[in-house]
């Protein structure tokens, strides 16, 4: 009996051709160069490379806060110059207002967008209970721990609804354990709320537990070496861990990026 593949979904974004440079002591450096790549509808994809390739100069493209030398962005098949109001962008350093309250920072998104004041409380205060983080409404940034406030910056970012979310390393600057823990906190608000999601990061132990796909990038000039799907478990970034494929995909993108290990001798 033959089995039915889940169809593919629609390509939601396509980077095509992109190309940028910047300005260097002895001419212009090339970073990006042709890049391109896919992003489905509902997508999970993390992005992985060489320290310095334009990971992060990829997301200011999609921003729109950087514009592309060369190349084009592509949004449910039409082109577009930035994706400026379809993604919400969360980058390492939580950036929250330290002098407003909890509640005040997440409401921020709320008001940008327009809603009513009451209807703005009750949605942020739903956040909160849904994050874990009912009775810090008036707490400020600075009382919080670290993975407490990268749950409030999280929520922040997904308040305003979104299209698609850009992590840029979001959970790097955070013990193992506090990044477990956000990890599933990202993959139950990404389910709960429907998004589509591109992550960078350092970390293919993280790439390899949260993606349905990692793209691998090459040093400079940057282009994309491959784009690996990813079929592990996916009940919990631990549970991914615990499986047994799990291995061989974290091997295959070492090998991608070519990180060695030492052995120690005998």
């Known amino acids: 009996m033959s089995s039915l593949s889940s169809p593919t979904p629609p390509v939601q974004l396509s980077i095509r051709d992109v190309c940028k440079s910047f300005p260097g002591k002895a001419g212009a450096v090339q970073v990006l160069d042709g890049l391109s790549f896919d992003i489905y509808e509902k997508d999970f994809v993390s992005i992985i490379g060489p320290s310095g390739c334009g990971k992060s100069t990829i997301f200011n493209i999609i921003a729109g806060l950087l514009q592309a030398d060369r190349g084009q962005l592509v949004y449910r098949g039409e082109p577009v110059t930035s994706m ?7 980058m390492q350093k939580d950036l929250l207002f330290p002098w407003r309250t909890v509640l005040e920072n997440v409401l921020l998104g709320l008001k940008i967008r327009g ?22 409404e008036k707490a400020y940034p600075q009382t919080l721990s670290g993975g407490m406030r990268q749950r409030v910056a999280l929520m922040r970012t997904l308040i305003m ?18 990044r477990l823990y956000l990890e599933s906190v990202l993959l139950e608000a990404v389910e709960t709320f429907h998004k589509t999601v591109i992550l960078v990061t350092h970390d293919v132990d993280e790439a390899v537990a949260l993606s349905k796909r990692v793209v691998a990038l090459s040093g400079r000039p940057t282009r994309v070496k491959n784009v690996h799907d990813i079929d592990i478990a996916r009940g919990s970034p631990i549970e991914a861990r615990a499986d047994r494929r799990f291995s061989e995909y974290f091997h295959t993108l070492c090998g991608e990026l070519d990180i060695q290990t030492r052995k120690k001798a005998a």
Do not use: C, K, N
Request: aromatic residues 12%; glycine residues 8%; charged residues 25%.
């Open 84 to 90: 400026r109001g379809r993604v919400g962008y969360m």
């Open 115 to 136: 809603i009513a004041q009451d209807e703005a409380i009750d949605t942020a205060r739903e956040y909160l209970s849904t994050f874990g983080l009912s009775g810090f």
């Open 161 to 178: 609804d979104p299209d698609i979310l850009l992590l840029d390393e979001p959970f790097s600057a955070l013990d193992y354990q506090t």
